[in-house]
């Protein structure tokens, strides 16, 4: 008997490539995948890379209402001549984009995994639209899966639909992390040596790390507020930022774009394929995000032996235990994350403590396969239920 069909769709295929490393080349060894996505071009260099079959929709993480439309009629019409066994979606637009043309289409296992709801920051009219949004995708979903608990508690909270529809997946994460790859000690002290050297850092300089997007959602403007006001007390710090600003849609405020250009201790480099290099140099990543699902920087950052200063939601709260890995913070708290930047970078006792837990705390509870191997499972139990 053939394998039967598994479509992973998600907007763009950058979603493929970094939140999902690995996975569907995992799932071809049991299914038919297909990955479906924006950027025909790019799509079709990771379906190469990944030896899966794609197929190219134009999707936009805009509201933009007639190319979303003319986004599902095609995926219908490519669903009912496919006849896929599971469709499942990840990111908000090509959640509801793909629930709903599966839906209509007749698919019959719909499956969509939550990481994050950007829907919570809306305000107004804008919150309303969203909020109609997400409980249509859940709707049009058989299964739905927040890849934190306390995703899973916000969407009940918020009625987006009912408990027995969701259902969290090993400890969380929407694919693990590969420790073999994220791992210190493939890095020397003479390549991370020549790094600092090259982006201007000291030797002694203590690092600040944060890696992701540069927006306001990330709490960008308020950890370099923070960073400003340590400058004054603490000598010998940097803080290095990894990431591309969105300004179209998330845009930092005009002080902090005028600090990075112009604060010689604050370092960019821009999107970067492989972070672990930055990792390697650092000593701390701080990570203010007003809002996540379960944030992959944060396992990258401790796997790779650093401690973490998050902010108190969930995803973060669920990695790092307060005094053991990392430090959490309020959110949106300029202070507090002055205060946790101040006591790590001053407490060489508390730096041992947190750094000799941070890699083996992300081993013991999130390896990849674990959460490739949940995955599976669930597909199976799927299968076996038909």
């Known amino acids: 008997m053939p394998n039967q069909t598994l479509i992973r769709i998600t907007t763009i295929p950058l979603s493929l490539e970094k939140l999902l490393s690995g996975?569907?080349?995992f799932?071809?060894?049991?299914?038919?995948?297909?990955?479906v996505s924006s950027d025909k071009e790019r799509l079709e260099q990771y379906g190469k890379s990944?030896?899966?079959?794609?197929?190219p929709i134009e999707m936009t993480r805009k509201i933009t209402p007639i190319k979303d439309v003319l986004a599902v009629i095609k995926l219908y019409f490519y669903l009912k001549k496919n006849k896929p066994f599971i469709v499942h979606s990840h990111t908000p637009k090509a959640g509801v984009v793909g629930m709903?043309?599966?839906k209509l289409a007749g698919v019959p296992h719909r499956l969509h995994t939550v990481a994050g709801l950007p829907l919570l920051e809306g305000k107004g009219f804008k919150r309303i639209l969203l909020d109609f949004v997400e409980k249509l995708t859940y709707s049009c979903a058989t299964k739905v899966y927040p890849n934190s608990h306390g995703l899973s508690k916000i969407i009940i909270e918020n009625k987006y639909c009912f408990p027995d529809k969701l259902k969290v997946m090993a400890d969380g994460s929407s694919n693990g992390i590969d420790t073999n790859y994220f791992n210190p000690e493939l890095f020397s002290t003479d390549e991370n040596l020549n790094l600092k050297k090259e982006l201007g850092i000291k030797e002694e300089d203590f690092v600040f790390v944060f890696v992701g997007r540069l927006v306001k959602d990330k709490g960008i403007n308020e950890m370099i507020e923070a960073f400003e006001f340590l400058q004054k007390v603490e000598k010998g710090i940097k803080l290095l930022l990894v990431g591309d600003y969105e300004q179209e849609l998330d845009p930092l405020n005009a002080h902090s774009m005028e600090s990075i250009k112009k604060n010689e201790a604050i370092l960019t480099v821009g999107f970067q394929n492989d972070v672990r290099p930055y990792f390697a140099i650092g000593d701390v990543l701080v990570f203010p995000s007003y809002r996540e699902g379960f944030p992959n920087v944060v396992l990258q950052a401790g796997a790779m032996g650093l401690?973490?200063?998050?902010?108190d939601i969930n995803g973060c709260n669920?990695?790092?235990i307060e005094g053991n890995n990392g430090i959490i913070i309020p959110v949106k708290d300029s202070n507090a994350i002055y205060e946790a930047m101040k006591k790590i970078a001053t407490d060489e006792n508390l730096q041992f403590q947190l750094q000799k837990n941070a890699r083996k705390m992300i081993v013991s509870r999130f390896?990849?396969?674990v959460v490739w191997e949940a995955i599976l499972e669930e597909y199976k139990i799927i299968e076996k239920n038909v």
């Open 23 to 25: 996975q569907l080349r």
């Open 27 to 35: 799932m071809s060894d049991y299914y038919e995948v297909i990955a």
């Open 50 to 55: 990944e030896k899966v079959a794609v197929f």
């Open 100 to 102: 709903l043309a599966s």
């Open 307 to 311: 401690p973490c200063i998050v902010s």
């Open 318 to 320: 669920e990695i790092i």
């Open 367 to 369: 390896e990849q396969k």
